[in-house]
């Protein structure tokens, strides 16, 4: 999955459902909008696009490094790092949606 | 590639409204497309601040909510056991507006019309829309026990399960009962809003009568056969910790209240008497998705294409929330009315723009349960689109509930709650 994080531009965006070479530094991109929903199965408890709230106890995402995030969250998939309930919830994405979450918030503002 | 043909086949006619909406996008009123969200709890809070931000603020919202402020259904069993009051689960609405554009009015929508894709206020304005998002939350159908509707409208029986005026009536109540009195709830048979809900409300009810009044009782009337959600962690923490306070009666289907003498009727059992009732009637989609015909499953919920959530029965029109129709292991919680918004926002978002729908979203849900002031049970799960099936399945693997009360979960318990607020609201 390609991220093109840019502004909607429906005209490109109707060139694009019908199969044309998308248009550069045009569109926010299906692409990006189901990443973008893909992390927002995090904001529940993380905060709206990683961010925190004041005095959370657990922690805000955005901007945390991408090799770091999914390390962690690997290894509540695997057990190796304790949890209440994380170890629960990674089991239910896959390895290749870890990172591209990870990637999503590692280029959050903080 | 199969976009458009995907697209018309699922919006039809919409197609061609949406391009022409889309073709103005940027350009300003009036010509933007039109999102109408009717109702701002977990759901439809949640759907008009991320129509907002999955548009890159692009589309226009407006949030139709009764109230002035939300009041969470979750942790307001805090207040019925004494260590929350309703303004620390009271949230304005306020930032939906400020922070995200949203157009919020205080009314109520009087009815729909589908064809015409219009919504009436109360109050007397139309508001055309090009998508409306329900989330309308349920209805308690009162009349599925005899006694049971005057009883509430007196004041004399109580629900408490829409948070808010009740759950601090209930309260009082509770305070005014003598040392040695009865406390009972009534539980409609599965599905209901927040499965694990009574039984937590029975641990709070338990936990303030142990510190303030020891001789009394919570005697918990379940129509289903057994504790629906979490049941063994429940059941170890009545008989530990509420040993001879929490009783516990499966098979207990409530037919009839009658308010004067606290007696409550079942369909097999023996009457019960108690001095405070506290009575769930079966539920159904909200009233506003029932009278538009769109509670097409047994008449009671709302059934769905959980791809992007649009009513089976009516096109352009998305519910979410506790009215649909779930699918398997699908709690009615107000974390997977968040999850449905995101979802419908999305694919609102992506169906505007031209967009083939996500077809393979994900939700999560975590339902936190406090057993006193301090310590909470979790159940977890992750849901995703199973398409073979065209429905949501959990994640094989995946979930889970807790070893057992402790109050680092009690800890993470608020946390959530407060994230939570502000990912709907803030």
């Known amino acids: 999955m390609r991220l093109r994080l840019s502004a909607m531009l429906p005209l490109a965006a109707t060139v694009l459902a019908v199969g044309m070479p998308a248009l550069p530094a045009a569109a926010q991109d299906a692409g990006a909008l189901r990443l973008k929903a893909l992390a927002a199965t995090c904001a529940n408890c993380h905060g709206t696009q990683g961010r925190a709230v004041d005095g959370a106890a657990v922690p805000g995402l955005a901007g945390m490094p991408a090799a770091y995030m999914i390390e962690q969250v690997k290894a509540f998939k695997s057990g190796a790092r304790p949890a209440t309930v994380m170890h629960q919830l990674a089991k239910g994405y896959s390895d290749a949606q870890i990172e591209q979450v990870a990637a999503y918030f590692a280029a959050q503002k903080k | ?426």
Not at chain 2, 198 to 208: F, N
Not at chain 2, 247 to 265: C, F, L, P, W
């Open chain 2, 1 to 426: 590639m199969m976009h458009r043909r995907h697209l018309l086949q699922g919006s039809g006619a919409f197609g061609l409204l949406a391009l022409a909406g889309c073709a103005n996008i940027g350009s300003g009123p009036p010509s933007k497309a039109r999102v109408l969200v009717v109702g701002g709890g977990y759901g439809g809070a949640t759907a008009a601040k991320y129509v907002r931000l999955f548009s890159d603020q692009k589309i226009d919202v407006t949030l139709v909510e009764p109230n002035d402020a939300f009041v969470s259904c979750p942790v307001s069993n805090l207040v019925l056991g004494g260590s929350k009051t309703i303004a620390d689960i009271t949230t304005p609405y306020t930032a939906l507006a400020k922070n995200h554009g949203v157009r919020v009015i205080k009314d109520t929508v009087a009815s729909i019309d589908p064809v015409k894709k219009v919504a009436v206020l109360a109050s007397g304005p139309t508001i055309a829309y090009d998508k409306l998002i329900l989330s309308p939350g349920i209805d308690l159908m009162w009349d599925s026990i005899a006694g049971s509707r005057a009883a509430n409208s007196e004041g004399r029986v109580l629900q408490a399960w829409k948070a808010g005026p009740e759950t601090v009536a209930l309260r009082r109540q509770l305070e005014a009962m003598p040392d040695g009195g009865v406390y009972a709830i009534t539980i409609p048979e599965a599905p209901y809003r927040c499965p694990p809900g009574p039984y937590e409300r029975a641990c709070q009810v338990a936990s303030y009568f142990k510190a303030a009044k020891p001789r009394s009782k919570v005697l918990i009337l379940d129509a289903n056969q057994d504790v629906t959600s979490k049941g063994p962690l429940f059941k170890k923490v009545w008989a530990e910790q509420y040993k001879g306070i929490v009783e516990y009666r499966g098979q207990h289907k409530a037919t009839a209240v009658d308010a004067k003498t606290g007696t409550i009727k079942f369909e097999i059992q023996d009457d019960v008497k108690a001095d405070v009732l506290n009575v769930l009637p079966t539920m159904r989609a909200g009233q506003i998705a029932v009278q538009t015909g769109l509670a097409n499953a047994n008449a009671r919920w709302c059934n769905v294409n959980y791809l992007n959530f649009e009513s089976t029965a009516a096109k352009d029109i998305h519910v979410l929330g506790d009215s649909i129709q779930i699918a398997p292991g699908m709690p009615k919680s107000g974390h997977m009315a968040n999850s449905h918004a995101k979802v419908v926002a999305a694919a609102i978002v992506a169906e505007l723009a031209g967009w083939e729908v996500n077809p393979a979203p994900m939700l999560t849900n975590t339902c936190y349960s406090f057993t006193d002031a301090r310590n909470v049970i979790h159940v977890a799960s992750v849901h995703e689109y199973v398409a073979a099936e065209k429905t949501f399945k959990t994640v094989a693997g995946s979930g889970g509930v807790s070893a057992g009360p402790t109050e680092q979960e009690g800890a993470y318990a608020w946390n959530w709650a407060r994230t939570i607020w502000a990912d709907t609201l803030i």
